[in-house]
């Protein structure tokens, strides 16, 4: 396990990479959940999700990775951001089974796990996460998660966790760069 984005890496994997899996709570968020009710007694369930992890997140896919989330909590905050984003492969299983579904995403990709990046944080994670080619562990990871992790994160989930993933991964392949100019110069012209 390498920790930070100091030590960078490792290109072969990074360029490898088809497929980022990320997990939602603890990944691309804190792992807050806010629970409550409208003035309507509808039960409502907020969490607050990174900007900057968002724009990661959009750097992934402009380089032409394939990005899914997948959550095992059921949450319409979780989809909202996802269409947000525009990430497509949103799923969530209240039961927390996310091998079938990852399984059944490499399949209609055609892709195989070692072309599959995973971030992720708890134990709920492990099932994908130990057949994942390239395995991210956040900082705020349990340590089941960060032991097989080849790589682990400086900031937690929820607070640029996936953004700094992205830039680290990109930069290995040398093609962060090039996403950094490319997003200046669309927003230069008057
Ligand atoms: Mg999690």
Redesign the pocket.
Known sequence: MTVGEAQGLDGDLARAVKLVVL?????LTD?GIYVGVTASREAVELKRFDSQDGLGVKMLLWAGIEVAMVS?RVSEATSLRAAELGVTECHQDAGAKKLPIVRDLLERKGLEWGDMAMV???L??LPVLLRAGLRIAVANAVPEVTKVAHWCTRAG?GEGAVREFSRALLSARGEWERLVDEYVEQRSDD
């Open positions: 997990d939602v709570d603890g990944v792992g095992g992720a944080d708890d709920a994670d989930g």
